[in-house]
């Protein structure tokens, strides 16, 4: 079932701007959706206006079926949002301000404290109450903050770089609470994110987004398949050999990019299997010393900067094509 469609949406601002331009994109109940582009591609500006705080130019967008323009009520009754910038008070406690959000949704008193009590148990928080907010650190800050847009018990969770600023462990965290809203509250959530590790390790479906326009939308799995591109990775036992060999593996017209890792050569070829068996033939002649040559199909940050960077021309998906522009 589609809990989110979005028809031709297009937003220009005053100055002429246009940040989106003819999107499309579903997303379906209960799945973890991220939306991917680099700064600019207009991420926010479609959660703002899925979130009801601005209003699109053109075309459509609905929310569980109903308009976002005509049903905005109904939208914000069934939806919560996480911004980047922490929404806490710290003069409050965690508790009160847990409360606070539930008195916004107008929840009943006896079913708020009922609420708040599963919350504060599901995320963990109990060893956190005695203290004071201004001493969490921004991994707990942002639990709670996640927590408190659950008093409301959205459908839809919008998070906006939830994991921004994190260090790695508190990043781990937080993935296992949003696969945890998923699996324990079947919360749909869209989030928006520059770690594509992230998205890789989360997502149900990706929107790659450029210029306000969808580029392709798919599984992580699948999207590995939207480049025709291979990596051949080549381990030296002397990274002295890796300057030499490069320049002989420079001459070939199937390798596109060539870079160092350790003692690895790592390269982006064509896909084509005999690519690997001339690579292989370049080092024998030249008698360099290797431990290891191997294939592997490209990462989402490959097919990522692969789309991102294509100029012009299109992806097929299905009956449906893509326009890279």
């Not at 079913?111 to 005695?130: D, H, S």
């Not at 937080?174 to 997502?203: C, G």
């Not at 030499?244 to 060539?258: A, G, W």
């Not at 005999?274 to 592997?296: C, P």
């Amino acid at each position: 079932m589609e809990v989110i469609k979005i028809e031709n949406l297009t937003k220009t601002y005053k100055t002429g701007n246009k940040v989106l331009n003819n999107l499309n994109l579903t997303v379906e109940s209960g799945d973890i959706f991220s939306l991917l582009g680099v700064n600019g591609a207009g991420k926010s500006t479609l959660i703002n206006i899925l979130t009801t705080f601005i209003n699109s130019t053109s075309g459509k967008a609905c929310i569980l079926g109903k308009d976002i323009k005509k049903e905005k009520n109904f939208v914000r009754r069934n939806i919560s949002c996480v911004a980047q910038q922490i929404s806490i008070d710290e003069h409050l406690s965690l508790r009160e301000n847990m409360l606070f959000q539930s008195r916004l949704y107008k929840i009943d008193s006896a079913e708020a404290k009922k609420r708040i009590q599963y919350l504060i148990e599901a995320f963990e928080l109990q060893q956190y109450e005695k203290y004071k907010i201004s001493a969490y650190s921004g991994g707990i800050k942002r639990r709670l903050d996640i927590a408190m847009s659950m008093v409301s018990s959205p459908k839809i969770l919008f998070l906006d770089e939830p994991t921004v600023g994190m260090d790695v462990e508190s990043r781990r965290n937080m993935w296992k609470l949003i696969n945890d809203i998923k699996q324990n509250f079947k919360t749909t959530i869209f989030l928006t994110t520059h770690y594509l590790e992230e998205a890789d390790m989360l997502s149900d479906q990706i929107c790659i987004i450029k210029n306000g326009r969808a580029l392709v939308q798919d599984t992580p799995d699948n999207l590995r398949y939207y480049t025709d591109k291979n990596i051949i990775k080549v381990t030296l036992k002397s990274p002295k050999e890796s300057y030499f060999i490069e320049e002989k593996l420079k001459n070939t017209d199937f390798i596109f990019n060539i870079r160092r890792e350790n003692n690895s050569l790592i390269l982006d070829t064509q896909n084509n299997e005999q690519n690997f068996y001339t690579v292989n033939k370049i080092l024998m002649e030249n008698r360099i010393n290797y431990s290891g040559i191997e294939v592997s199909k490209p990462s989402l940050e490959d097919v990522f900067i692969s789309l991102i960077n294509d100029k012009e021309g299109g992806i097929q998906c299905g009956n449906r094509e893509y326009i890279l522009a």
